[in-house]
Nanobody, 120 residues
Framework: QVQLVESGGGSVQPGGSLRLSCAAS???????MGWYRQATGKQRELVAA???????KIADSVKGRFTISRDNAKNTAYLQMNSLTPEDTAVYYC???????????????WGKGTLVTVSS
């Protein structure tokens, strides 16, 4: 049984940083990982994704500010978020997925999410 548990969310001022973690159990290695976010009233969007061997894809909206990484030994994925703005306020979800060439495809394995609030 796959379980994904996010942590690391919280409140931060604009310009600040947070590091989100996603601890996976059940299945981790051999699968891609993705971070999504959903702001109030908006659709869930892919923020960053990573392959099993560490290749990454970052959304244009956060490129240069967010970094995704994974530690296969710890079954954990991370999202380092720097230079946060109020537009980054959302619930952030961890996802287990597959890669098809350069496209990340989410499987139906999701964490419960962690709230990130960026406000002065």
């Amino acid at each position: 049984q796959v379980q994904l548990v996010e942590s690391g969310g919280g409140s931060v001022q604009p310009g600040g940083s947070l590091r989100l973690s996603c601890a996976a159990s059940g299945v981790f290695s051999g699968n891609g990982m993705g971070w999504y976010r959903q702001a109030t009233g908006k659709q869930r969007e892919l923020v960053a994704a990573i392959t099993t061997d560490g290749r990454t894809k970052i959304a244009d909206s956060v490129k240069g500010r967010f970094t995704i990484s994974r530690d296969n030994a710890k079954n954990t994925a991370y999202l380092q978020m720097n230079s946060l703005t109020p537009e980054d306020t959302a619930v952030y979800y961890c996802n287990l997925g597959r890669w098809y060439y350069d496209t990340y495809s989410a499987m139906d394995y999701w964490g419960k999410g962690t709230l990130v609030t960026v406000s002065s």
